[in-house]
């Protein structure tokens, strides 16, 4: 199949923001430094098991985003055990969350991960480690990897290795999950930050995912074994949030914008036959997806 022809069809489309009345877009420039509670964002403290603390684990922090430029961030507590933050959204059927991700140290003494950014299923001051949730998180050996937990009894959770590069400390990552929490089908991607390149991604089909689990918060939280004499660090800025009517399958690059980089994105992505490009997921790559793609382009969202 000559699949560089067929992407010839690809011409020059309209760009079209993603930005709808129940988008979450938060850079977190309006948050004071200092300790979290602020704003909408509570202390994932909340919602966690043992041990606890009576003091923030996550703070507001003026650092440098991916390109430079001066920016406040929330930066989780090197506290052992859980920090982090999560907000509270609707429960709908699909969700697109992406935020950029900086992993600032690894834990001391004892595995652990030191950033797991996802959705979950909040039902009020339980564990959000046993919640139904679904992240993509930092493991020490500097891969991201895609755990999915239903929150059924007896049914062990989904950790899958996301194929990119090994992550650098210090460096900024966009992490996208992408989920039907109907049909349980899980899109994670990582994106270099600063040039909105696509490392990786993984896509996962939940094969017993009960179609009552829905989710209702954004999470983003760190956790150590107990044997641990630092906690990890990272640091998270520039969260968006997409729903129902609002997410752009198209925004290939995750920046929230459908324009030129996301054409030549699908066009890279179809002449090398990646997943991302088989746009009606029938495992080839053909005319249909470049029809499919365009009509996602051109309408902006579903």
Known sequence: MNTTRNACVVGAAIIVSALHADTLNDDFQSMLTGPVPSGRW????????????????????????????????????????????FTTIGTHRFNSMSVDVRIDRFSQGANGWPIGVGFSGDVGFSDVNENPHAVVYA??????????????????????????????????YRIQLDVDA?????????????????????????????????????????GEAAQATVGGQATLDNLMYL??????FADLNGNGQLEFFDVSAFLTAFIDEQATADFNHDGSFNFFDVSAFLVQFNSGCQ
């Open 243 to 248: 729903t129902d009517g609002e997410i752009c």
């Open 182 to 222: 109907e049909t349980g089908l899980f899109t994670a991607k990582v994106f270099d930050a600063a040039q909105s390149i696509l490392l990786g991604e993984r896509t996962y089909q939940h094969t017993n995912w009960p179609q009552d689990r829905g989710y209702n918060a954004i999470a983003f939280f760190d």
């Open 42 to 85: 509570l202390d994932v403290d909340d919602r966690a098991g043992e041990p606890t603390f009576t003091q923030a684990t996550a703070n507001v922090i003026l650092t440098n985003d991916a390109i430079g430029n001066p920016t406040h961030a929330i930066q989780t507590d090197d506290n052992v055990g859980t920090s982090g933050v």
């Open 139 to 172: 493991w020490p050996d500097r891969r991201w990897r895609l755990f999915i937990s239903t929150g059924v009894d007896n049914q062990p959770g989904v950790d899958l290795l996301i194929n990119t590069p090994q992550f650098q400390l210090g460096s900024w």
